[in-house]
């Protein structure tokens, strides 16, 4: 608390810059918080990922200290470029909240520069990147977004059934087979976890001992890691349905299997981090 209560004393001018920044993005915030508790939200890990970067800048403190701070001129310009962006992007006439979502970065970005210069912003670039994590896309890119997935998760499904000895067609984003049709909706395309998974992946990739490529590869291995482990969803749940009847494929056993794909997700993620280091 006295490393808190210290660095508050010590950048009062930044604290009172901030906080006049929480104020004027309030309807932006507002917007993202709504985003992140309505149901089914595909951004529900939202409000950890600023805990998140203050837990690694905060880690880096002692770092930190021993940097020289000065100023950078190139941190009104982006305050400057951010507002700009953030009164365009939420004119009552426009309201993209998710760009001026975006140009927050950019004023958070410039204050850093502008009170703590570039050498500790470079340190801390990738905490603050990391909150582009907590920004909803809009919605008509998550509808498009899902329903590739969707389509892409049923029809690999429909395949691995097959080859399971499990007569099934594909009709759109329905899997038929003899006893039982199963629907890959939105909920179960895969976005959710593909969009939590990257966010996990680019911790593990910045953890990593190595190099720059690797670091990459392991966060670009969260791609085709969500994919594989949602379709691997979609079949046990078809199977359920077609053995032993649709409704032992809903209610509990439907978030459980949504939970371990997750953790099998986590485990292969771990395994690739580890193969690379």
Do not use: Q
């Not at 920044?21 to 529900?44: E, G, H």
């Amino acid at each position: 608390m006295d490393v808190v209560t210290n660095f508050i004393k010590n950048n009062k001018n930044f604290m009172i810059a901030l906080g006049v920044t929480i104020l004027a993005y309030f309807p932006t915030m507002i917007w993202m918080w709504d985003r992140w508790f309505v149901r089914d939200s595909y951004y529900s890990h939202g409000p950890l990922i600023p805990a998140v970067t203050i837990f690694l800048i905060w880690n880096m403190k002692d770092e930190l200290a021993k940097l020289v701070r000065k100023e950078s001129p190139w941190g009104m310009r982006l305050i400057i470029a951010g507002i700009i962006i953030h009164l365009l992007a939420s004119h009552p006439n426009v309201r993209i909240y998710f760009v001026s979502g975006f140009s927050i970065l950019l004023v958070i970005s410039g204050l850093i520069l502008y009170f703590f210069g570039s050498e500790i912003f470079k340190k801390i670039i990738f905490p603050v990147s990391f909150l582009f994590f907590m920004i909803p896309l809009p919605l008509v890119v998550i509808n498009k977004i899902s329903l590739e997935l969707k389509m892409f998760a049923a029809e690999m499904a429909t395949g691995v059934l097959n080859n399971m000895r499990i007569p099934a067609i594909r009709d759109g984003s329905i899997i038929k087979m003899r006893h039982a049709h199963v629907t890959v909706d939105d909920v179960c395309s895969g976005l959710r976890s593909l969009i939590s998974l990257t966010a996990l992946g680019s911790i593990f990739g910045y953890w990593l001992k190595g190099a720059m490529w690797k670091r990459v590869l392991l966060f670009v291995s969260t791609i085709p890691i969500a994919i594989i482990t949602n379709m691997c969803r979609v079949v046990f749940l078809s199977a359920v349905s077609e053995i032993w009847g649709t409704e032992y494929a809903d209610g509990f056993v439907h978030d459980a299997a949504g939970f371990m794909v997750f953790a099998l997700a986590f485990i292969m993620l771990y395994a690739v981090g580890k193969i690379l280091e």
